[in-house]
């Protein structure tokens, strides 16, 4: 089913392609003139206009330029009573789908018709692969628009034309991967792959081997020749996530192979030539765990030729509002609730809120919320329990320090199980659902139930 609008300043003609176009399952919106046809076009733009040239004050030929500037997508077919092929030439040239003469035979016009919407279904499927292309490549993925941000697209854009290395910096969940893959994919070499590995999830012996490869034979549990993702890399780039976790031994190896552009397996006396680039991401201070002797001074330079630093998400505020925007658009089309957006309520918290957890906890507010909505808007009552209003003896006391110092780890089991105990109550006891209201895993809850000895079938707790 398609929306057309149809204009005409005859009302036997408007009836009778009402009756026609509605049978064939179309939503037909009629008007009787082209000033209330523009009036028209910007509340529900339609499908497809179907319009007489020859009217009053406004012609079909403004109703087609109107509807083309509106949207070029936007399929007009135009008749005339007073056919010429120099008007028909006209109207193919401002972006007409076709021209028809009147009168015209049914089938004639139900042809034109199909044809025209089958070429919209067309171009906007052209434009959705067009903008999916966008969304994968270059800054897309990277959202905000404070200062801070603009700074950073347009570092992105200058290192993007060189094979530098690169240093991210700031917070876990701030999203320094996702501007490696900026830096990457605005590149010359975006067709090369590019190849994270978290240096912090690996254990160094398997790591030594993800990175540099080995030969068969090498070691225990070398059955076959491995590729290192040096080397698979090509013209690409092999992004180091959390490399401040690097142990001193793998510092030396992987300095090595910075400084000598060659890689060497495991087990091999061949060197190989390295063309990627490295980028490199920590959310620790690797300029003080130099100080501390916990990371290799020219290791760090080695890295650090240039650096960008991701600022906290509570230091860029006026990001909260385009984050929301981009993870409504990207959860909602899961939910069988359609949400459109959040009240001023919610987002005041939010804007107030100073997320710890940067990006990542905001994606997770807005996941949770989208999950548990009801309505099409997230208000209050679907932001977690710590960012709700009167959630009297739930919030963390106030971080007071005196000489005797504090035990961490108690008061953070404390507040811990408040949260499991608070959120069984809201729950009913309802294991699952507690665990939404978390945002956490089922596993993980059952784990912290387990650890604090709380029986979520016990009224008592």
């Not at 690996?202 to 030594?208: G, K």
């Not at 142990?247 to 552009?261: F, H, I, N, P, S």
């Not at 765990?289 to 650090?304: I, K, P, S």
């Not at 009801?374 to 106030?398: E, R």
């Amino acid at each position: 089913m398609a929306r057309i609008l149809v204009v005409d300043d005859e009302r036997s003609m408007r009836e009778f392609l009402a009756i026609v176009l509605t049978k064939e399952g179309h939503e037909v919106d009629l008007r009787p003139d082209g000033e209330s046809a523009l009036a028209k076009l910007p509340d529900l733009p339609p499908d497809l206009v179907l319009t007489d040239l020859k009217m009053g004050l406004v012609s079909g030929m403004e109703v087609l330029q109107a509807a083309k500037r509106q949207d070029p997508s936007i399929q007009v077919i135009v008749m005339t009573a007073f056919g010429s092929t120099e008007t028909a030439v006209q109207a193919m040239k401002e972006g007409a789908a076709d021209y028809i003469t009147k009168p015209f035979k049914v089938n004639e016009l139900k042809v034109q018709i199909n044809k025209a919407l089958q070429l919209r279904e067309l171009q906007r499927e052209n434009l959705y692969l067009k903008e999916a292309l966008h969304q994968r490549e270059g800054l897309a993925q990277l959202v905000g628009q404070s200062l801070a941000m603009q700074r950073i697209y347009d570092l992105i854009i200058r290192l993007a034309r060189t094979r530098t290395t690169v240093l991210i910096t700031g917070e876990s969940g701030t999203g320094k991967e996702l501007v490696a893959r900026a830096v990457h994919q605005k590149s010359e070499f975006a067709r090369e792959p590019f190849m994270p590995v978290s240096c912090a999830a690996i254990p160094t012996p398997l790591l030594e081997s993800e990175l540099f490869g080995h030969l068969r034979g090498s070691f225990t549990g070398a059955t076959s020749d491995r590729t290192g993702l040096f080397e698979a890399a090509g013209k690409g780039t092999l992004f180091l996530d959390e490399v401040g976790e690097l142990g001193l031994e793998m510092q030396v190896k992987l300095l090595r192979v910075l400084q000598e552009r060659k890689v060497k397996r495991i087990g091999s006396t061949q060197e190989k030539e390295l063309y990627c680039r490295v980028m490199a991401a920590s959310n620790k201070d690797l300029f003080a765990a130099v100080a501390q002797g916990t990371f290799r001074e020219d290791l760090y330079y080695r890295l650090n030729v240039v650096q960008i630093h991701v600022p906290p998400l509570r230091q860029r505020a006026e990001d909260i509002p385009p984050l929301v925007e981009h993870f409504l658009r990207k959860y909602r089309q899961d939910s069988v609730q359609p949400v459109r957006g959040v009240t001023k309520a919610a987002m005041q918290r939010l804007m107030d809120h100073r997320f710890d957890g940067n990006i990542r906890e905001l994606e997770n507010i807005i996941q949770r919320a989208i999950a548990l909505a009801t309505s099409d808007m997230i208000d209050l009552d679907l932001l977690p329990p710590y960012l709700q209003a009167g959630q009297a003896g739930i919030g963390p006391p106030p971080a007071v320090l005196d000489d005797g110092g504090v035990d961490l780890d108690r008061i953070l089991d404390h507040i811990e199980k408040q949260y499991l105990v608070e959120a069984l109550k809201q729950s009913s006891g309802v294991r699952k659902k507690a665990a939404e209201l978390l945002g956490i895993s089922f596993r993980s809850l059952r784990y912290r139930l387990d650890k604090h000895d709380i029986d979520p079938d016990s009224s008592e707790e």
